[in-house]
């Protein structure tokens, strides 16, 4: 065990950055919204920080307020991360890097949906008055872990042929 730790030393240095980084975000914007409960912060024409609180998945799908769907739900996302962090452990190069920050994103949303029973949102992109989902630190490195696994599997397709 010791000895895939070591192999994989900066990686999962990667994913306790990812978890801190988010944690400490969350902290700022729990902190900031404490006296009302509420946030609602215009930072430019283009970003707003609102406090959301999300107990779905990605986006707010599969929003549950019964307790043991929130709870098979939390844990199918426990699963699924130590799939993840086994698939870190077992790939290479782009792939290694796009799994920890999946893994690195995911540990942190757990850990608002064990310690909050719903994960905090805070990220408020908008144009033109159209605002898109509400998101958080933890979202943006699960999305470029995507990102970067799709651009390895085609990357990957291409020197096939």
């Known amino acids: 065990m010791s000895n895939i730790i ?9 994913i306790s950055l990812i978890f801190f980084l988010d944690r400490i975000s969350k902290l700022i914007i729990l902190k900031i919204s404490e006296p009302t409960g509420d946030l609602n912060i215009i930072f430019n024409s283009f970003i707003n920080f609102n406090l959301v609180w999300n107990r779905g998945i990605g ?3 599969f ?11 939390t844990l199918i996302i426990i699963i699924i991360t130590l799939v993840i962090a ?3 452990v077992v790939s290479q190069n782009y792939d290694k890097f796009g799994y920890s ?3 690195g994103g995911s540990l942190g949303n757990i ?10 949102d805070f990220i408020d992109i908008h144009i033109n008055n159209h605002h898109w989902f509400i998101f958080n630190i933890a ?3 699960i999305t470029l872990g995507i990102i970067i696994l799709i651009y390895s599997e085609i990357k990957g397709k291409k020197v096939q042929k």
Do not use: C, E, P, T
């Open 6 to 14: 070591l192999k994989n030393k900066y990686y999962f240095a990667i």
């Open 59 to 61: 986006f707010g799908f």
């Open 63 to 73: 929003s549950f307020h019964d307790q043991l769907y929130y709870n098979v739900l």
């Open 86 to 88: 086994w698939l870190m």
């Open 101 to 103: 920050l999946i893994a």
């Open 111 to 120: 850990f608002d949906r064990i310690f909050y029973s719903s994960v905090v």
């Open 139 to 141: 979202d943006v490195f």
